[in-house]
Nanobody, 127 residues
Framework: VQLQASGGGLAQPGGSLRLSCAASGFPSNLYTIGWFRQAPGKKREGVACLANSDGNTYYGDSVKGRFTISRDNSKNTLNLQMNNLEPEDTAVYSC?????????????????????WGQGTQVTVSS
């Protein structure tokens, strides 16, 4: 499986950014995929996750109502639309996947294997 994240950058508070994760090569259709972030000195946090089998989504409490996860099967991409950004959203964002069908499980128990992760992209929210 190959994951390639893009779309990070600088945004002002209240602004928007859109992240994309090009994802291909999954061994089956039973997998979950999602976005995670880690700010300096903080624990990694599951931001938003999606189950490929039924499209079920899970959002971390800090981003509910502001972020939207979606997939574009025609382009093999996973997107994260981030609106009403806050300085606390500043972090390195990464996409990851795992076998299974629970978006909640992926976000709350992310995989340990490094080959289940894509490289990160920096998001900075500052005025």
């Amino acid at each position: 499986v190959q994951l390639q994240a893009s779309g990070g950058g600088l945004a002002q508070p209240g602004g928007s950014l859109r992240l994309s994760c090009a994802a291909s090569g999954f061994p089956s259709n039973l997998y979950t995929i999602g976005w995670f972030r880690q700010a300096p000195g903080k624990k990694r946090e599951g931001v938003a996750c999606l189950a490929n089998s039924d499209g079920n989504t899970y959002y971390g409490d800090s981003v509910k109502g502001r972020f939207t996860i979606s997939r574009d099967n025609s382009k093999n991409t996973l997107n994260l639309q981030m609106n009403n950004l806050e300085p606390e959203d500043t972090a390195v964002y990464s996409c990851a996947w795992d076998h299974g069908a629970s978006s909640w499980l992926l976000c709350n128990a992310p995989p340990d294997r490094s080959d289940h992760w894509g490289q990160g992209t920096q998001v900075t929210v500052s005025s």
